[in-house]
C-alpha cells in the first residue's frame, strides 16, 4: 500500500505542509492544505473497530493533530482578515471543545473585531459558566485582559473590519495587546 493510499498519511502531510507555509507567509497555500486535510476526516477515528493500548496512543496523536490543525486553521483564517466569514466555524469549535480556551479566546476577538461588542462579552461569559462549572476555574489571564479591553472600548472604537489581507492582524495584534497588557 501506497502512503498515497492512507488517509491518516495524506492528511498528516497536508498539515505539516501547511504548518510550514503559514511560517513562511504563503497563507493562502497554507488555507489550501488544511482544508484538504480536513475534507479526510471524515466522522470519528476508528469508529467501528475495539482499539487496543497501541491503537489508544496513536489515535491520541491523532486527535491531538486535528486540534492542531483546526488551531492552524483558525490562524491561517484570521492573518487571511476573514474572522467575520470564519464565526460559524469558530462557533462550532467551541461548541465540539467547550473546554479548549483558546477556541472560546478567538471566538472572543473575532465578534469584538466584527464590531459585535455584546456577543463577545456573551462569549466570555458563556466559556467562564462552562469553566467554573465543570472545573472549578476561571478563564486564564489573558483571556480576562481580552474581556477587559472589550469592556474598556467604547462603540465607537470598536475594531471594525479593514479591507485586504492585513486585516487578520487586528486579532494578532489585540491578542498581542492583551498579553502584553
Not at 471524515?42 to 492542531?68: C, F, K, Q, Y
Not at 478563564?139 to 472600548?153: A, G, H, K
Request: charged share 25%.
Amino acid at each position: 500500500m501506497h502512503d498515497d493510499e492512507v488517509d491518516v498519511l495524506v492528511f498528516e502531510r497536508f498539515v505539516r505542509r501547511a504548518q510550514w507555509e503559514f511560517t513562511q507567509g504563503s497563507t493562502e497555500r497554507a488555507a489550501d492544505n488544511l482544508s484538504r486535510a480536513q475534507r479526510l476526516w471524515r466522522g470519528p477515528m476508528l469508529s467501528n473497530v475495539p482499539i487496543g493500548g497501541v491503537l489508544t496512543g496513536r489515535t491520541a496523536h491523532l486527535d491531538e493533530l486535528r486540534i492542531r490543525a483546526l488551531e492552524l486553521r483558525v490562524e491561517v483564517e484570521n492573518r487571511l482578515g476573514r474572522y467575520r466569514e470564519f464565526l460559524p466555524e469558530l462557533r462550532s469549535l467551541v461548541n465540539d471543545h467547550p473546554l479548549h480556551e483558546w477556541f472560546h479566546g478567538q471566538l472572543i476577538s473575532a465578534l469584538h473585531l466584527a464590531g459585535r461588542r455584546g456577543e463577545a462579552l456573551q462569549a466570555y461569559q458563556n466559556l467562564y459558566d462552562i469553566l467554573k462549572r465543570e472545573l472549578g476555574l476561571e478563564p486564564s489571564d489573558e483571556v480576562q485582559r481580552l474581556q477587559f479591553e472589550i469592556l474598556n472600548t467604547s462603540a465607537a472604537d470598536t475594531p471594525r473590519r479593514r479591507t485586504g489581507t492585513s486585516a487578520g492582524s487586528g486579532i494578532t495584534a489585540l491578542w498581542a495587546s492583551v498579553a502584553t497588557g
